[in-house]
DNA sequence: TTTAAGTACCTCGCCTTCCTATGCTGAAAT
DNA sequence: ATTTCAGCATAGGAAGGCGAGGTACTTAAA
């Protein structure tokens, strides 16, 4: 992953957005969608650029859908952030679908050099 | 990979579906749409179901951009199939979308797993 | 001090791409 | 005779990502 080009993935990230944000939420206990955004790009070393017209939509439907927990929280200079938490079921949905996206990459691999006949 | 269960990819294909066309046609040499879909069903084990109302666009989309090259041909009880074969620039993509899926997935799970720090 | 840049959220409308459904032709099988 | 398979095609709708725009406040630079 030597010369990644930011910026060029067509559509790669389609389908996979709220997985991604599901397991960032959970690992990291408790964050807010500036912070997925800059820490998505950065554990990908610049490479996966969710933009903010993506995922704030995608959070809002994350909790719409139960499987995360919001609540505004108040800095101390005013400012306020959206904290979300996963629940329970949203812990289901995550381990489910890292299980997919697995045999999903798997699957891939597996058209692009099939294993014997 | 051993309870792939089919058909719930909500959008995983997604800005693959040409990747893994091209890099079939480009492998088995010449071949056709029909055939693909089976191929790619075969080969991921049955996890990868492309629809014949994405791949034939896709198909007719890749040799308008130049990628493939079709062909009609006729068989001799009078069926016709269109074989396409990649040409020059089709293969200069091709190698240019697999270094993008390698470092899309690699991307993806340093967002799961993250190295060091 | 004005300006720029960063933090933090939101939303609308376009675009792309996929899937469903449907249709067609002819061959093979039952 | 009817179903199934081979083989291609398209139109309509849904979903998600993205660009562009907006709000509001803070910090850094000029």
Not at 59 to 82: A, F, I, S
Not at 90 to 99: F, H, S, V
């Amino acid at each position: 992953m030597e010369n990644m080009q930011a910026g060029y993935l067509p559509d790669l990230l389609r389908g996979n957005t709220d997985i991604l944000l599901l397991s960032l939420i959970d690992e990291m206990g408790s964050t807010y969608g500036y912070q997925m955004i800059k820490e998505i790009e950065k554990r990908s070393r610049g490479f996966l650029q969710c933009k903010e017209g993506t995922i704030y939509p995608a959070l809002r439907k994350l909790e719409n859908d139960g499987l995360t927990k919001g609540e505004w929280r108040e800095l101390p200079n005013g400012q306020r952030r959206r904290y979300y938490q996963v629940t329970t079921s949203g812990q289901t949905m995550l381990a489910k679908k890292l299980a997919i996206w697995q045999d999903f990459t798997t699957a891939v691999n597996l058209v692009f050099k099939p294993v014997n006949t």
